[in-house]
């Protein structure tokens, strides 16, 4: 009997409220979103982060994990999310920042494409979004990367452009990921 009480009086801990949404994409600039991540719950700032597969190749869970006190979101079809995870997590979060976002990122949210968690966040999404590209210089000067980020940029995404700098590929050029604490900074003058 008293485990049958024991679980009646089992309450769910009560997670604070999500400030932020850091959606890390995969690119070797994934681990710039831990640094990013640190830096606003340094600044009292509740964050969750969502990971697509391709970013959990360059950054591990564990590491957001840690440095978020919450459950990593990885999957559309989460249990715990008995709405979908997507739906979930954009009713809660006051703003989505993807960094570094990927041109397969850029494709799929300028053209309203959902075939992940992430997409089918981004169309959930009502609030500021933040989008950082990463990419080699090739990539980022593509016509139709360009014409994806004027799209975005169109639809009122904020976009903190990439810098010139050295890059994965050992060149340099346009396309390195903004520095977390730019980031960060500017993810701070749209939360006022």
């Known amino acids: 009997m008293a485990s049958a009480v024991a679980i009646m009086n089992y309450q769910e801990?009560?997670?604070?409220?999500?400030?932020i949404?850091?959606?890390?994409?995969?690119?070797?600039?994934?681990?710039k979103a831990a640094s990013l991540t640190s830096l606003l719950v340094q600044n009292d700032h509740s964050v969750q982060a969502v990971m697509t597969q391709s970013a959990q190749k360059f950054l591990g869970a564990a590491t957001l994990m840690a440095l978020t006190g919450r459950p990593v979101a990885t999957e559309l079809f989460d249990p715990a999310m008995p709405l979908g995870a997507h739906i979930e997590l954009a009713r809660d979060a006051k703003l989505l920042c993807v960094a570094p976002a990927t041109a397969n990122?850029?494709?799929n949210a300028a053209n309203g494409q959902a075939d992940d968690l992430l997409s089918t966040l981004y169309l959930c999404f009502t609030g500021p979004v933040?989008?950082?590209?990463?990419?080699?210089?090739?990539?980022?000067?593509q016509p139709s990367v360009q014409r994806n980020i004027k799209i975005l940029r169109d639809d009122g995404v904020h976009i903190v452009d990439p810098q010139e700098g050295w890059?994965?590929?050992?060149?340099k050029g346009m396309g390195r990921m903004a520095d977390p604490e730019t980031i960060a900074k500017t993810i701070a003058e749209h939360l006022k």
Do not use: K
């Open 13 to 19: 801990p009560v997670m604070p409220s999500i400030d």
């Open 21 to 31: 949404i850091i959606a890390v994409t995969g690119g070797i600039a994934a681990f």
């Open 105 to 107: 990122f850029l494709a």
């Open 130 to 141: 933040i989008v950082a590209p990463a990419m080699n210089v090739e990539m980022w000067n």
């Open 167 to 171: 890059l994965s590929c050992r060149q």
